[in-house]
């Protein structure tokens, strides 16, 4: 009697290990898969922010590019009358085209600015997905320059560090505009004022390069390596989305680049761009 019970045990132990090694199984399998799940949720996510990204970009080039063509028309008037009036004055009025030159000097600075500025949101408007593009990149760099020089005067002195000669990588002009635009925003952001932001170009061994380093706060040595990571941001609520160097970073990979960032905190920060050269 006490056998048989004995043995009855034994075999409900048995059934009941089997039974926890089945549910352990199952149990490991479930959490194989809702790691998966998490690793495809957080890809999706990221898909979901490129793609907004993407139409938001798509939409800046359509407005960009109606701006730009409705400024241009009455501007080339206001050329062609400044043109005439200077004219008009050196040959008709001598004594007071002496008095007026400093203000009609004037005048065609902010004509010539406001030239500059349409041409960069003209280039900054070819946005579609084409990387063909022959794309001189000084010209990139002066765009962005000029289209966030407000940003930058009152913060920082921009100093020019360009190569000898001009430098040409294939690509897509609008989304090159983007990158700089981005990596030049978070230097001047980053500077809290009569602050310094270097741009340095070079080409070796078929690669072009741009440097672009700032004085300014510099990034935690912890957060160097999330700063390209998509809705990573150390700036406050509500004053970045933690997208600019994410899509720099993105678009760079497109044309087969690289997007280094070295920083000290307190310091300052440097990002180099490095593209096939096409010279």
Known sequence: MVAKRTEEL????????????????????????????EVSLNHLKEMQVQLVQSEKMASLGVLTAGVAHEINNPLNFIQGGYKGVEIYLKNNGEEHFSKVSPLLKAIGE??????NIVQGLSQFSGSDNVLIEKCKIHPIIDNCLTMLYSNIREKAEVIKNYWDEELFVIGNIGKLHQVILNVLSNSVQAIESKGMIKISTKTEKGSISMIIEDNGCGIKKEDLSKVTDPF????????????????????????????????????????????????
Not at 17 to 34: D, M, S, V
Not at 110 to 115: A, E, K, L, P, T
Not at 241 to 263: C, N, R, T
């Open 10 to 37: 034994q075999e409900a132990n048995k059934l009941v290990l089997e039974a926890y090694e089945e549910l352990y199984t199952k149990n490991e399998l479930i959490n194989e898969q809702k790691a998966d799940l």
């Open 232 to 279: 990573f941001t150390t700036k406050a609520p509500g004053k970045g989305a933690g997208l600019g160097l994410s899509v720099a970073y993105k678009i760079i990979k497109e044309h087969h680049g690289h997007l280094a960032i070295s920083s000290d905190e307190n310091k300052g920060t440097s990002v180099t761009i490095s593209l096939p050269s096409f010279n």
């Open 110 to 115: 902010g004509i010539n600015r406001v030239s």
